[in-house]
């Protein structure tokens, strides 16, 4: 926020709060020239893109609660049924996981170089590129991750009537999958709608929509695609990896 | 010829449905939660119809069971929890922090439609055979053995939440972000405070709302296991999940209509608050110890007897603020130029009914009493002081202040002080007798009931009919205001605020020239002289 001090008459002892309006100018005419992509209940860039991520931040933080629900009821299963947990874990595939989990990281690299390529006004080809080549690697996670829910059809890990299960702990499994489907279904909506956000993004790019003193959107969309990454760090040890010791 | 304000600037259907203006958005929300409550009422008239009699007469068990869930389905998620911010925070908000609009106006839009989606879903739900399974969808009767489409009301509230997310969203931002250069945290309105502290539960609570009830659906759709105890789940989880935002929610629905007490009482004493920094902060303070607290809900279903101490105690502990704020605005009445305008009695109701209402919480908070009037109309009586007494009261309060800068007409003042008066009468009416059915030991949610209770069963619907009596003057005034209401000026009440200090109706962009602000709001003293301090 600029500095306003110069705006401040002192206190006023009678009613008007407001130091009288009409003789203050208008705020916008002491300020830079209007930047074409100011909305007008904004005073001026700086708090138009300190709204923009503050929003976003705040955003996450209802996500984390979101998520916090079904982490909170994985807890309270594993908790109760370690070993049926360990045993219903060693049946998922810890290679594509692992694959995935690279393909995740390597996207939120290729992200930060899309918002660094727009903070530092590279040219749209390149900015575009980085955002493709973030939407590629999340097109492959999910690719993988088809392969994955495709597998556990074939082989009734599905819950619900069709569900079978040889190992000691049927009830326990079944809940295991039924938290795998939740979770890793949610964080896949996620990807989804991620994949959605960077079309958009990366249409704006092509546009030439974005330089260092315009490039909120692609910021604060790097912002949730980092955070949908963080959440499979998260979902890749506590699914695929608590099986690691078991032995039938 | 008239001025140009938000009500004249622009006409038709379309300038208001795609509109991005906040006051606008806020009417648009006041035009549809009034419509949930006046169905929600229409359940409620039926559930006091039917306990009329000890017999179970009027209406079956299972259409009975319907109609109070769909009673609390609608009032808790469609008008109680968006009532005051939805209508008066939106409307509200960006002019008490000198803006020209929230931080995101367009959010501000899509919270409104989706509350609408979340809307039409509840109501196929009631239209299309009803859900009777409490506004609580506890499992596993939910899950597994309730009649009923319980998926598309679950999915109702599972999409409301979102609307409700958003705004919380929107109105901390607008917060931190938008704020007047000169108006600093201490110098806001404590309306703004204790909608921030609404918006923190907002965002923190409602997403676990939306991904629990979101399983209930998935386990009743797709028969995953996550709370049925036949597929090995624990329904107890389930409880922690939904009171970890249900009760939350319930201060949701309180901390605004204290916001709107706080403006009130200022106004109509004519001094400023006693305390403002302990009022504010016990707005934070409630938001916060208010997540700790939910397991006082499960004192009977199988918790730790530790876990329900803990929960007790801290339940005893999250009165304290909002006794707080009762001695704040008491010692603000005490001595002041008190006058008796319309939201000032709306304001009397409130701090009388809030503190029956939360006495009788921390008797429900002491787990030998909980667990001998558990399920009994005690409780019922206990949420409604808290819910009607407390919430509605503080909304209509508001209304009632704010209504001249929301239309720019004045309403008539007799008749909303005898509908005031008729909705305290009414609502102790119907209520009071509650408490004592539920000592005696009448249990909730059943159609019939023994003899014995029909007396105070008779006062309770007698009173419902005074009550809803008294909603309904208001409607009436209100809307009789717009056409022939005498105009109002800025600042009809000489109450002081940003808000008062612009046009009433307010212009489209609140303000011609951003404000400087150099004072608090409502600074009835100068000097070192304090009014009524002599």
């Known amino acids: 926020m600029p500095d306003h001090a110069e705006h401040f008459p002192g206190r006023i002892h009678q009613p008007p709060l407001v130091a009288n309006l009409d003789a203050i100018q208008p705020r916008d005419h002491v300020e830079h020239p209007h930047h074409p992509k100011l909305q007008h209940h904004f005073d001026d860039m700086a708090q138009q893109v300190d709204a923009s991520t503050l929003g976003m931040w705040v955003f ?54 899309a918002v660094r390529s727009a903070q530092v006004s590279a040219p749209a080809k390149t900015q575009v590129a980085w955002i493709v080549a973030t939407m590629v690697l999340g097109a492959t996670f999910l690719g993988i991750k088809a ?33 795998y489907f939740c979770m890793t279904g949610l964080h896949a909506i996620h990807m989804i709608i991620g994949l959605g956000i960077m079309s958009v993004i990366g249409t704006m790019a092509w546009r030439r929509q974005f330089d260092s003193e315009y490039y909120t959107p692609v910021e604060v969309a790097g912002l949730y695609w980092h955070f949908v990454d963080i959440v499979w760090i998260f979902l890749f040890p506590l699914l695929y990896l608590i099986g690691g010791h078991f032995t039938e | 010829m008239e001025t140009v304000n938000y009500l004249n600037n622009g006409h038709g259907l379309k300038s208001w449905l795609l509109t991005k203006d ?25 559930v006091r119809l039917e306990l009329l009699t000890p017999a179970g007469d009027l209406l079956s068990s299972e259409t009975y069971n319907k109609m109070f869930t769909m009673h609390g389905v609608v009032m808790v998620f469609f008008f109680l929890i968006p009532s005051i911010p939805a209508v008066l925070g939106n409307f509200l908000i960006p002019i008490m922090v000198g803006a020209k609009d929230l931080a995101f106006p367009r959010i501000n839009l899509l919270s409104w439609y989706i509350y609408v989606l979340g809307g039409i879903f509840t109501l196929v739900a009631a239209l299309s ?90 386990e009743r759709g797709l028969h995953l296991g996550i709370f049925d105890p036949a597929l090995g789940g624990d329904p107890v989880l389930f409880q922690h999940l939904f009171w970890f935002y249900s009760h939350p929610a319930v201060y949701i629905m309180i901390l605004p209509a204290m916001g709107v007490i706080s403006e ?21 303070a409630i938001a916060i110890i208010g997540f700790l607290v939910w397991g006082h809900h499960i004192f009977v279903a199988g918790q730790s007897v530790y876990a329900g101490m803990v929960f007790s105690f801290l339940s005893f ?27 000032m009695l709306y304001a009397f109701g409130f701090i009388g009914l809030f503190t029956i209402g939360g006495l009788t919480g921390l008797m429900l908070a002491a787990m030998g009493i909980d667990i001998h009037v558990h399920d009994t109309y005690f409780v019922v009586a206990h949420f409604h002081y808290i819910m009607v007494g407390g919430a509605i009261m503080g909304y209509l309060g508001g209304l009632h202040y704010w209504w001249p800068k929301i239309s720019g007409r004045r309403y008539s003042e007799p008749w909303a002080k005898f509908s005031a008066l008729m909705i305290f009468v009414g ?108």
């Open chain 1, 60 to 113: 996450l933080v209802t996500e984390i609660m979101f998520f916090g629900g079904l982490f909170a009821a994985y807890l309270v299963y594993r908790h109760a049924n370690p070993e049926g947990f360990a045993e219903a874990s060693h049946h998922l595939n810890v290679t594509w996981g692992a694959i995935n989990t690279i393909v995740l990281i390597v996207s939120s690299l290729t992200m930060a170089l």
């Open chain 1, 147 to 179: 392969i994955e829910y495709t597998d556990k059809f074939r082989h009734n890990l599905v819950p619900g009537p069709n569900f079978q299960w040889t190992g000691k702990h049927p009830q326990p499994a079944e809940i295991f999958y039924s938290l």
């Open chain 2, 22 to 46: 906040h006051k606008r958005i806020a009417l648009l929300y006041l035009v549809s939660i009034t419509a949930f409550f006046v169905i929600g009422g229409f359940f409620a008239m039926l």
């Open chain 2, 129 to 218: 055979g009803g859900v009777d399974t409490g506004w609580t969808f506890y499992t596993p009767y939910s899950t597994a053995a309730a009649n009923g489409h319980v998926i598309t009301a679950a999915l109702g509230v599972f999409i409301t939440g979102f609307s409700s997310i958003l705004t919380g969203l929107n109105f901390i931002v607008t917060i931190h972000k938008m704020r007047a250069p000169g108006l600093t945290w201490f110098r806001l309105p404590l309306f703004v405070w204790s909608h921030y502290a609404t918006s923190l539960i907002m965002i923190l609570g409602t997403p676990v709302i939306a991904i629990t009830v979101l399983l209930v659906a998935a």
């Open chain 2, 264 to 284: 009130i009482v200022q106004a109509f004493s004519r001094k400023n608050i006693f305390g403002y920094s302990f009022v504010a902060f016990s707005s934070l």
């Open chain 2, 317 to 343: 502990v999250v009165a304290i603020p909002s006794a707080i704020k009762v001695f704040n605005w008491t010692a603000t009445i005490y001595r002041g130029s008190v006058s008796l305008e319309s939201p």
């Open chain 2, 427 to 534: 609502f102790n009416l119907t209520f009071f007798p509650q408490f004592i059915a539920g000592y005696l030991g009448m249990p909730r949610r059943y159609h019939a009931y023994p003899p014995e209770f029909q007396v105070l069963n008779v006062a309770s619907t007698l009173g419902a009919s005074i009550l809803a009596v008294g909603y309904v003057i208001p409607l009436v005034y209100f809307a009789y205001s717009l056409v022939a209401g005498e105009k109002s000026v800025n600042d009809p009440w000489g109450a002081r605020g940003l808000e008062w200090e612009i046009p009433s109706p307010p212009p489209t962009e609140n303000f011609t020239v951003s404000p400087i602000v150099t004072e608090g709001t409502h600074q009835y003293m100068h000097g070192n002289q304090e009014v009524g301090l002599a």
